[in-house]
């Protein structure tokens, strides 16, 4: 596509609830990163993919949080049982190649009540 | 390790006037340095990058910055602020030698321009 897309844009969940964010990268970029931002603070590193490798996912915070990329191309986060800490944006950034510029998608602004 | 500080939180100028957002590094190899900018409702979008090749680095928009390892520095600055500059600016660090990649955030300096 154009550009990195995410979906959904806003989400809201109860306590609980697991939920699914989708990354769908720009075409052909290899390289495929998640990010968490909370209010008032910069991105911050969750895990990494090459092609359908998850090469790094020393961000995750805990077990509750997993990440998979099955045919090296759309991405999804999931978030089990969450819970109101996990209320963040949740940015997905994709590159054609490691060493290369990182294009972020627009976000999911995930809410949880 | 790698980081980055952002000097101020917010920073405000009157349009055309200068501006400047300051941004201090830490890496234990030789770094590469990003600064992001995000509008609101927006993606993070590149305004520059610094990868080992020319010290001042030209970006987008009339932005400039300068790598000065002396004093660990990569501030972002402007000659005259644009009325639609106003957003939140991230200076961002990283290694690429390392196996990931991963971008180091700094947390964000917001820019208001007052007309």
């Known amino acids: 596509g154009a550009g990195v897309s995410q979906s959904p844009r806003y989400k809201v969940t109860k306590r609980g609830q697991d939920v699914a964010l989708r990354c769908d990268p720009i075409?052909?970029?290899?390289?495929l990163y998640w990010y968490r931002q909370a209010l008032g603070q910069g991105p911050e590193f969750l895990t990494y993919f090459n092609y359908e490798a998850q090469q790094d996912k020393s961000g995750l915070p805990n077990d509750r949080f997993s990440a998979e990329r099955p045919e090296g191309s759309i991405s999804t986060l999931t978030i089990q049982r969450t819970e109101q800490r996990d209320s963040a944006m949740y940015r997905c950034?994709?590159?054609?190649?490691?060493?290369?510029?990182?294009?972020f998608g627009q976000g999911t602004r995930l809410t949880v009540v | 390790a790698q980081s980055v500080t952002q000097l101020d939180s917010h920073v405000s100028v009157s349009e055309g006037t200068p501006v400047l957002l300051r941004c201090n590094y830490s890496s234990s190899y030789s770094p590469s340095l990003f600064w992001y900018v995000q509008h609101p409702n927006k993606g993070l979008q590149l305004l520059l990058k610094y990868t080992s090749a020319a010290t001042l680095v030209k970006g987008i928009n009339g932005f400039e910055a300068e790598f000065k390892k002396s004093e660990t520095s990569f501030h972002l600055t402007k000659p005259s602020a644009h009325m639609s500059d106003a957003a939140e600016y991230f200076c961002v660090v990283t290694y690429y030698g390392g196996a990931t990649n991963k971008l180091i955030f700094g947390t964000g300096t917001l820019l208001a321009v007052q007309p």
């Open positions: 950034a994709s590159s054609f190649l490691m060493n290369t510029e990182a294009f």
């Open positions: 075409s052909g970029h290899v390289s």
